[in-house]
């Protein structure tokens, strides 16, 4: 009989980077939502609820700035002048379009003093406006004179590394697990990332706190759900929640004012409203914010915009509480076991290399769905790796609760009420087991459901059904058109035979002596899809499987002999 034990046991190794490169806080925090105080409890057993993470990393923005800086700027003179104006906790270079430092200070007074002393450009040709922010430009006055050294700067990577390098990468390692942790490591956001990622939130909120002082806005989706890849999009959330009233208690008797406020007739027009002025800011005001397109008409309005500085391809929301909610779920599933992170990042990264899916919205596999079916399958496992979703609101105390537009998204936050079964399958049986899951799938009749963590019925007729885990009547995965899907079952199909042919390195001192590395296990997986030409499952009956793996032999093949 399966023996349950607490999360704490598993959780090891292979933390999410975004709690793993947090301090030990041993107290209480309190974090302000709006006008609600709710106390959370920052670390239970080792592990921290995805609130405690967004105020710590709230504050550590709060207390930084973003430097543009020479590429030939040298580093200890830029630290002593920045050193002048208070304690520097933090800082780190990193390229983008230019090279930039983040500089986080021991206090808030220090960023007022730095900006204190920044000076006002002197421009004769054009006109400024006159916003001032925590993007700021290093100038050199004697810049013919600039030290020596291309500086020794240690420069933080902010994308990934290309597909090819990751492939030769992974052939190196010694087993299918390893190659799995390996790709993880590789892809998933580095501390400064996800640092970078809460500062330009909080250079955002310095543009929206114009209008509503009293706002935060914060990261949502991938950038902290613990399965955001380098480079992945920033989606941020506008909350305006403690100024709109909502939480707010009233009092039952005597007089008391209350503040005169404009009114419309439906919520989204309010929300459709503020992110047009809040658009029109940033594309204005807002420094290093470019290409803003407001997109106010969608589900979900929002406004698009590159922040250049950083070079994140922004989506700003409002009134989105679901998605933070959907983002807590997918952390809380990620914190349980690291199986689960690892797989999700082997699966998204497998399903880019064969652009199952895409930065462009369109008629595939988002990554949300995608890591939903992860969740589904891990949850199908016997035992099952992950509780369903429905357990988890079981296991929810009053603190817990949440409505959110008539949608119940209530699910335990105290990660030791969490008991999970001693299912010990390794990385590579998963992988295995998740293709096969998928190519067998019965899509046709059968929708998937993490609440209740067991296939059901499809409720209507669309290629591909993932009940949207919180707003139960929706499809996350509505605009998937047949043909995406009838490629996704057959990659599945051909990485299950793949994995199984391929699932042994080659042996040390064989091809890798020679200098050629043989791609093996999940590299193979990740190399030029040979099913990319199948556009229908009708197609694919009539397309002799031998054919396509005669050519990923032969592609195999090609690969081998090109020099390292
Ligand atoms: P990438 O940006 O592709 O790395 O992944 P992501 O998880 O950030 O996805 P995306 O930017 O498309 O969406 C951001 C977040 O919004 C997701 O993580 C979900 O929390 C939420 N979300 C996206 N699509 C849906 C959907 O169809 N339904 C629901 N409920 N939430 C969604
Ligand atoms: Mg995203």
């Not at 909120?205 to 009293?214: Q, R, V």
């Not at 404009?262 to 914010?289: H, M, W």
Request: charged share 20%.
């Amino acid at each position: 009989m399966a023996s349950s034990f607490t999360v704490c046991r598993l959780h090891t190794i292979g933390r999410g980077s975004l709690a793993k490169c947090l301090q030990k806080v041993d107290t209480f925090l309190h974090r302000n939502i709006g006008t609600n105080v709710v106390a959370v409890q920052e670390e239970k057993n080792g592990f921290k609820s995805l609130y405690a993470v967004q105020a710590e990393r709230q504050e550590q923005a709060e207390k930084s700035v973003l430097i543009s800086c020479h590429s030939r700027t040298n580093e200890k003179q830029f630290l002593k002048y920045i050193a002048n104006y208070g304690d520097i906790q933090k800082y780190f270079f990193y390229e983008s379009y230019g090279m930039y430092a983040v500089v986080e200070f021991a206090n808030q007074e220090s960023v007022a003093s730095l900006l204190e002393g920044t000076a006002i450009p002197s421009i004769s040709h054009e006109s400024l406006v006159p916003f001032k922010s925590r993007l700021l430009s290093m100038r050199n006055l004697d810049s013919v004179d600039l030290p020596n050294q291309p500086s020794g700067k240690k420069r933080q990577a902010q994308t990934s590394i290309p597909i090819n390098e990751l492939i030769q990468r992974l052939s190196k390692e010694e087993s299918i697990d390893q190659q799995i942790t390996s790709l993880t490591e590789a892809y998933q956001l580095t501390e400064e990332n996800c640092r970078l990622r809460f500062l330009v939130c909080s250079l955002l909120k310095d543009i929206a706190a114009a209008f509503f002082p009293e706002c935060t806005i914060m990261p949502f989706g991938s950038s902290v759900n613990g399965f955001g890849k380098l480079g992945c999009d920033l989606d941020m959330f506008l909350d305006l929640d403690g100024i709109s009233g909502k939480n707010a208690t009233m009092p039952k008797s005597g007089l008391f004012l209350e503040y005169q406020m404009k009114r419309a007739n439906l919520e989204r027009i309010v929300t459709q409203n503020i992110l047009s002025v809040i658009g029109e800011c940033v594309d204005q005001f807002g420094p290093g914010c470019v290409g803003v397109l407001k997109i106010l008409n969608a589900r979900c309005p929002l406004v698009r915009f590159v922040h250049q500085p950083s070079g994140f391809q922004c989506d700003l929301t409002a009134n989105n509480r679901v998605a933070m909610k959907s983002t807590e779920l997918l952390y809380l599933y990620g914190e349980l076991d690291p199986r689960v992170r690892h797989l999700v990042f082997t699966v998204r990264c497998w399903a880019r290399a064969h652009r199952i899916t895409s930065s462009i919205p369109g008629a595939w596999i988002s990554n949300f769905s995608l890591t939903v079916m992860v969740l589904f399958f891990l949850q199908r496992r016997s035992p099952p790796i992950i509780p369903t979703l429905d357990h988890l609101r079981d296991l929810a105390g009053p603190e817990d609760k949440s409505v959110i537009e008539d949608n119940d998204c209530t699910f335990v936050s105290d990660f030791s009420k969490i008991q999970l079964e001693s299912n010990t399958e390794t990385l590579e049986q998963l992988l295995c087991e998740f293709f096969e899951f998928y190519a067998s799938f019965s899509f046709r009749t059968l929708s998937i459901n993490i609440r209740k963590g067991k296939e059901q019925n499809k409720p209507e007729v669309a290629p591909l059904h993932i009940q949207n885990p919180f707003e139960t009547t929706l499809n996350v995965s509505k605009n998937v058109n047949a043909s995406q899907l009838d490629r996704f079952v057959a990659l599945c199909q051909e990485s299950s035979w793949l994995i199984q042919q391929n699932n042994t390195a080659p042996s040390r001192g064989g091809t890798k002596g020679k200098g050629a590395i043989t791609p093996w296990g999940v590299s193979t997986l990740l190399l030029p899809s040979q099913v990319a030409g199948i556009k229908s499952r009708k197609r694919r009956k009539f397309e002799p499987a031998s054919e396509r793996i005669k050519s990923l032999l032969e592609s195999l093949k090609n690969i081998n002999n090109q020099p390292n």
